[in-house]
């Protein structure tokens, strides 16, 4: 079975992310939501975890570290959220 790499995925904020959305090779400066966007689109499939590498001069440990962070900052968002709906609605 091939694996066609896809064409966008829906990145953190809830939006259509493709390629030429992702930083640009060789970035150096990295804010979160750019660190949850190359995470997004190896999760979806736009690129692989050896191109994110290679692209980004990222070692496993970083990537995975990128990793830990976006699922933490969603677990928050969520909590967030999910606490301001029982407050307005009391």
Do not use: N
């Amino acid at each position: 079975m091939s694996q066609e790499a896809q064409s966008f995925v829906i990145g953190p904020t809830g939006r259509k992310l493709t390629l030429a959305d992702l930083p640009a090779p060789g970035t150096m400066y990295w804010v979160d939501r750019r660190k949850a966007e190359v995470v997004a689109a190896v999760r979806g499939g736009l690129i692989s975890f050896d191109q994110a590498r290679s692209r980004y001069m990222l070692s496993a440990e970083e990537f995975i570290s990128w990793q830990k962070l976006t699922i933490r900052e969603r677990k928050s968002r969520h909590t967030s959220e999910h606490e301001s709906h029982i407050i307005s609605h009391h």
